[in-house]
């Protein structure tokens, strides 16, 4: 019997993508598990289409929140609803490939790995063109993490049996970050699968103003949450900032 996969999903005003994500989901080959969307209080129709896609199938539960608390908390509400031994991670907006689940699943079985990530394609807001693809590179560290957050969210998958208990710190832009820079820092590597198996939508809200609190708050990460030196800090961010525009271009 395969293990149970939870598939963790916040949603915010969702509405336009939501359908897509979830049809992404159910036409998996891998079919153990359980999909949670939490929704943030949307201020659009998401909640109504959310309620008639869990409609159709047992697996995917739904939590529909009071009041706005951001995408760290909400997958947090999530993971502490989860119930499968390996956790994954899709925004509302972005999708997977068919055989997403089963490849990544097989691979971390194979190698006994506890924390893996995929290659995957960004794509254009109305999901007709590939803008670029971002490479798994095949192993990262704490320390290379640092300097080069490449790891897309999602394409991660967790054995939270192997790497105990964890939630996302609460970081408004940078939080997949912070985690997984928690996990790394037990003393784990997170392994890369280089096949393209996940879409992720480049969409018009991604605006500069958003860019900037991101990366803000990756120094915010540096800084306060791993309490690293103001020259190590330095050093780092120039290493991320470097990364980050080589990814974008390549």
């Known amino acids: 019997m395969n293990s149970l996969v939870s598939i963790i ?10 359908s897509e994500c979830v ?3 159910l036409a998996q080959t891998y079919t153990s598990w359980e ?7 949307s201020e659009d129709d998401s909640k109504q289409l959310i309620t008639a896609l869990s409609s159709n199938d ?11 608390i951001g995408a760290a908390e909400a997958r947090n509400i ?35 790995i506890a924390f ?6 960004s794509i254009s807001e109305d999901g007709l063109n590939v803008i670029n693809i971002i490479k798994a ?31 996302m710190p609460n970081v408004r832009s940078s939080h997949d970050m912070a985690l997984w820079l928690l996990i790394l820092k037990r003393g ?13 939508r480049i969409v018009s809200s991604s605006n500069t103003a958003n860019k900037m609190k991101a990366v803000k708050d990756v120094w915010k990460v540096y800084r306060e949450i791993e309490r690293l030196s103001f020259l190590y800090s330095l050093w780092c961010f120039f290493c991320y900032i470097f990364n980050t525009v080589k990814k974008r271009i390549l």
Request: charged share 25%; glycine share 4%.
């Open 137 to 167: 590179p095949k192993e990262m560290t704490y320390y290379s993490y640092l300097k080069n957050t490449i790891i897309g969210c999602l394409t991660v998958i967790i054995n939270r049996e192997k790497v105990g208990y964890f939630e």
């Open 9 to 18: 999903t916040p949603s915010y005003n969702s509405v336009r993508y939501i």
């Open 23 to 25: 049809e992404s989901v």
């Open 58 to 68: 047992i697996r995917i539960k739904t939590i529909f929140l009071d009041s706005n």
């Open 78 to 112: 999530a993971l502490a609803k989860a119930k499968g031994e390996y956790i994954a991670f899709l925004d509302s907006d972005d999708l997977w490939e068919p055989h997403k689940l089963e490849r990544q699943i097989s691979f971390m079985n194979k190698n006994n």
């Open 35 to 41: 999909m949670i969307i939490v929704d943030d209080c």
């Open 188 to 200: 784990f590597s997170a392994y890369g699968l280089n096949e393209n198996l996940a879409k992720y």
């Open 116 to 121: 893996s990530y995929t290659t995957y394609q």
